[in-house]
């Protein structure tokens, strides 16, 4: 069997989406999403879910290893976590290492229409800043920590997190017709280039989670093999172009039959609101799959479970009906990307 020496994989950290800690049965099991593609010694992390931190120390990482932190869009079980890894992670860094980056999405520059349902149109918070995008947020969580981070500078002599992250805002294309309420997924949107190194090239395409905009999906292309991770969407024709012949998706899946449960009974326009939001904005195992299968993914691994606890047989019962190699990852999981792995699936 060929023999990588790159060895590109994934770790899963956090399989679990969602704004919330998930309570009931199967509780913890599911930290919150985040992705560390490995590449080689590197570590490229995609999302900052809950526990990110005690999940990377876990899998035997820290932001030593840490090259580049990409968020695919800004709610907040995707970057809620981004404070400490910026102060945590202090500890960790090397002398001479290499700035951070944090790549995400830059201000959406107008606030979402208001649900229909709402017979008052809501107010928004902080209407002088509403939209900040990566950038702008990573200033204000270290503002936010002036205190701690000024304590630790001038009395510890640490350094600071400016001097080590550096966040920037992904640019969409000009001329692609994006709008980000008007039309915040454009069609034939071509993938285009966000970051490059001597190990990796990152592309992105922007996927369908309404009302947030701009939301995007990565690819990582290295020599030996490539892997997509969807981000939150709905199905999505940019995702499968994104995606053509990959060696490992990553797509976020959701359990239809409990938003139902969860908010069917309610009878209020808040859970009516919430019914909406998941059925225009997410996608069941099922649509993955037939995804997967267009796009023509070696492996398909469905994460950020919606809701954390439903249990593992409720997504593997799917599997018969994908062609290629189907996982349901736990967390610290390892995948391979390899285009020819020893071994596709190896627990951590």
């Known amino acids: 069997m060929h023999s990588t020496s790159l060895k590109p994989h994934v770790v899963t950290l956090g399989t679990a989406g969602g704004p919330r800690w998930w309570t009931g049965e199967n509780a913890g099991k599911r930290a919150g ?15 900052a879910g809950t526990g990110v931190g005690n999940q990377l120390m876990k899998a035997g990482f820290s932001t030593a290893n840490l090259r ?51 017979a008052v149109p809501p107010t928004p918070l902080y209407p002088a800043n509403s939209t900040p995008g990566t950038a702008d947020m990573f200033s204000h969580l270290m503002q936010a920590y002036a205190t701690d981070l000024n304590d630790r500078v ?37 993938p285009f280039e966000i970051y490059r190194d001597e190990l990796v090239t990152v592309t992105a395409t922007l996927v369908k989670h309404p009302p947030i905009a701009p939301a995007f999906a990565f690819r990582f292309d290295t020599a030996e093999g490539s892997v997509t991770i969807s981000g939150d969407t709905a199905p999505c024709e940019n995702l499968v172009t994104l995606a053509r012949d990959t060696d490992l998706l990553l797509h976020e899946a959701i359990d239809f039959d409990w938003v139902e449960r969860a908010y069917g009974h309610i009878g209020t326009e808040a859970a009516q609101a919430s019914m909406d939001h998941h059925r225009l904005s997410h996608t069941s195992a099922q649509q993955a799959i037939e995804l997967a299968e267009r796009a023509g993914a070696r492996t398909l691994a ?27 990852p736990d967390d610290l999981q390892v995948i391979s990307f390899a285009t020819e792995p020893a071994e596709m699936v190896v627990s951590r």
Not at 176 to 182: F, K, P, V
């Open 68 to 118: 580049g932190i990409f968020l695919t869009h800004l709610h907040s079980d995707h970057t809620i976590d981004l404070a400490s890894l910026a102060i945590f992670g202090l500890f960790t860094i090397t002398p001479g290492q290499k700035s951070i980056r944090i790549i995400g999405p830059g201000d959406r520059g107008i606030l979402p229409p208001a649900s229909p349902r709402a």
């Open 154 to 190: 001038i009395d510890a002599l640490r350094p600071s997190p400016l001097d080590h992250f550096v966040a920037s805002d992904i640019q969409i294309p000009q001329g692609t017709g994006y709008h980000a309420n008007e039309n915040p997924t454009p069609e034939n949107f071509a």
């Open 302 to 328: 469905l994460h950020h479970l919606v809701p954390g606890t439903t249990p593992v047989s409720v997504w593997r019962s799917h599997a018969a009906d994908f062609s290629g190699t189907f996982v349901v």
């Open 33 to 47: 999403i985040s992705t560390a593609v490995v590449v080689g010694d590197a570590v490229y992390l995609v999302d």
